[in-house]
């Protein structure tokens, strides 16, 4: 199914006032993606309200199954719930649909993608494309060139994930937080049930069974289906810090062929979307306050991990709301009307 | 060489005004340890200020290489080069010294020991003994059952440290950062070269060769010897959080003997030192605030990692300032009096 191709779109945003959705408007401007007109759809309370684009104010319609009619582009920016309720109507009403949500990732027939990984698979689209978790966009970045050239046997990721990927109100609470502790307030928990501030937490939503938490076994099962190959082993460990913006993670990986970190480097520097910073005689590698607003993945701290025969421990940063979410997906919209 | 069995033992403290150094004063008056007379030791800009022990306030004297006459037992607390420059004289005066330097960790002939996992290694001493890195001392105390039981072949171990483990500059520097953030002053970078307040950062003494840092080596090196196992393979990527107090530990092991996740808490939990806090259904997992003036160390989250055939995950959280330090000093101490 191929997007009709035009001068310029009728683009959609669904759940366009969360900070995914925000981003994703400032970034479709930001890219001067043609965009004939923007649509911006969330839920009721937030109905109303304005967001700029190309210097305009655009007011926010209320998300109904009838808004879809003539949209090219619809980016989705909503719970998995919404996204499974909205998604199949837009599809009915001709748009394509690139949704940020987990609602359709795992599915056979769906494409996940991060198009400097697997642009290819973005052609079997039967009208809904997945964007990847964003702790996953920014692992499949790294790892990609590596496994091309030595393919990758093995991963263990450990992140530090900022709040800002559980959204807008996280981020509040955090900011709050810190205000409540510095001025010897009494701390409230809303959106985490422990303290963020100062501290570090696991999501409360771990599988009863295995203990894993639904943000590792994504990590887990999206990292192999974009890869496209289901031999690469990954186990994942997730926590939240105290960060606003920008994921971090150690990675370590084992390989087939030897790879060196100079020779990592090398690989990683060349390959889109990738940003080696690795300078540990300068002090030079990637902080999340480093990466805020950056499109590219940042990747530093290669070593050798001297424990297994084909070792290497990488740092990878990336701005969870660009490469993680908002950037990527219009990365997709763009390789669709290429 | 044996300490001589007393009823009591006059304890002096080497570097007694910095976090850990204070923190010993705390842990020797908390567990009643049998002091005869305890001596404060601080550089010259420390020396005259106070510190309470046992409801007195006790003053601190400007350490020189001549106070160590009489002393039974020192606890060191000061920086690596101090205490190569000190300890030899408290060893000559007569004195056992235990000191939490990373000076003397790797040396052949000097025990470095938690006393849970390799107490009988004390024996051996001749006169330093040394507390190992704090990071070190949480990690071996949960892989100590667990390789007991089915031998560890490798661990791959990511830590989230808090700025306690830098000293009480780096917890001002948090404070600091984190007010003129929240009231829009200029961001001051003293102790650590980047801004730690919602930041993730990396120690600046990588070794331009491999890349590693001082803190991972340590890891890496120390584990081997208090396991006293050099077959058991480590890697380790060491980052600073913006928390005042407690470690956190991503930690993932091979192991000879496949161990389930049960068998693995049961062997936990039976360990002295070790509470086991793992029910995700209740949202029961130690975070960095929860275990704050803790003695033991927690585990949580303990997972099967299906990547290999017999992996686990852990996350291992712990006092820096107590097992990771003082607490762990202390212990030995008591154990040289048993």
């Excluded at 400032?26 to 649509?39: D, G, K, Q």
């Amino acid at each position: 199914m191929a997007l009709q191709k035009k001068k310029s779109y009728r683009v959609a945003i669904m759940g366009a006032t969360g900070v995914v959705g925000q981003e994703m408007v400032a970034v479709l401007e930001e890219r001067e993606f043609p965009v004939e007109e923007l649509f911006l759809f969330a839920s009721e309370r937030s109905a109303g309200s304005t967001l700029s684009f190309n210097g305009k104010d655009l007011v926010v319609q209320k998300l109904t199954e009838e808004v879809f009619n003539g949209i090219d582009i619809v980016l989705g920016a909503t719970s998995s719930d919404l996204s499974k309720k909205f998604s199949a109507h837009a599809v009915k009403a001709g748009a394509v649909v690139i949704d940020n949500s987990s609602a359709f990732r795992m599915e056979p027939a769906v494409p996940l993608v991060v198009p400097e990984v697997n642009g290819h698979t973005l052609k079997n689209h039967r009208g809904i494309i997945a964007n990847p978790n964003c702790s996953t966009a920014q692992l499949v970045m790294a790892l990609k060139p590596l496994h091309d050239a030595a393919r990758i046997k093995r991963v263990v990721v450990t992140t530090y994930q900022s709040v800002s990927g559980t959204g807008k109100e996280a981020m509040d609470e955090l900011m709050e937080q810190t205000r409540a502790l510095l001025t010897f307030q009494e701390v409230k928990c809303t959106v985490y049930p422990q303290q963020i501030a100062f501290n570090c937490i696991v999501n409360w939503d771990a599988d009863p069974d295995t203990g894993y938490t639904e943000e590792e076994t994504k990590i887990i099962n999206e990292t192999k289906k974009i890869m496209g190959d289901e031999a690469i082993r990954v186990t994942a460990t997730t926590t939240r810090v105290p960060v606003f913006r920008s994921h971090c993670e150690s990675v370590n990986i084992e390989t087939e062929k030897k790879l060196l970190p100079n020779e990592a480097r090398a690989l990683l520097s060349e390959f889109p979307g990738v940003i080696v910073m690795d300078d540990p005689g300068r002090k030079l590698y990637p902080t999340p306050l480093d990466v805020v607003g950056q499109d590219a993945v940042y990747v530093g701290r290669v070593r050798e991990d001297r424990s297994v025969p084909n070792g290497l421990n990488l740092w990878v940063v990336g701005d969870n709301l660009r490469k993680g979410a908002a950037l990527n997906a219009v990365q997709i919209a763009e390789a669709l009307i290429r």
